[in-house]
């Protein structure tokens, strides 16, 4: 079992920046892709963005050239800066991992970030 700890959630003006940070509990090397996904209310839940384990990336069409990804596989740790807020960019944020050890998927307890206009 991956148990996954988020940080870095909260209140933020639009046009501003925060971080998010997500440590995984597992074997070091063990750990897949690592991400984020988020969910609004009313909607579903959407990619943010993911990296591999080997540093390829993908980000959701909403945050392309406002978000980056970063990963320290040392310490299975993922790292999500996001830049330029919007209130659109309101949602829960769900940290997301898999393990090269089982075919589960695993979710953070989420995180909340709200941009007020």
């Known amino acids: 079992q991956v148990q996954l700890v988020e940080s870095g959630g909260g209140l933020v003006q639009a046009g501003g920046s925060l971080r998010l940070s997500c440590a995984a509990s597992?074997?070091?090397?063990?750990?897949?892709?690592m991400g984020w996904f988020r969910q609004a209310p009313g909607k579903q839940r959407e990619l943010v963005a993911v990296?591999?384990?080997?540093?390829?990336?993908r980000y959701g069409d909403s945050v392309k050239g406002r978000a980056t990804i970063s990963r320290d596989n040392a310490k299975n740790t993922v790292y999500l800066q996001m830049n330029s807020l919007k209130p659109g960019d309101t949602a829960v944020y769900y940290c997301?991992?898999?393990?090269?050890?089982?075919?589960?998927?695993?979710w953070g307890q989420g995180t909340q970030v709200t941009v007020s206009s």
């Open positions: 997301y991992t898999n393990t090269k050890l089982s075919p589960n998927d695993y």
């Open positions: 597992a074997s070091i090397g063990s750990i897949n892709a």
């Open positions: 990296i591999a384990s080997g540093g390829v990336t």
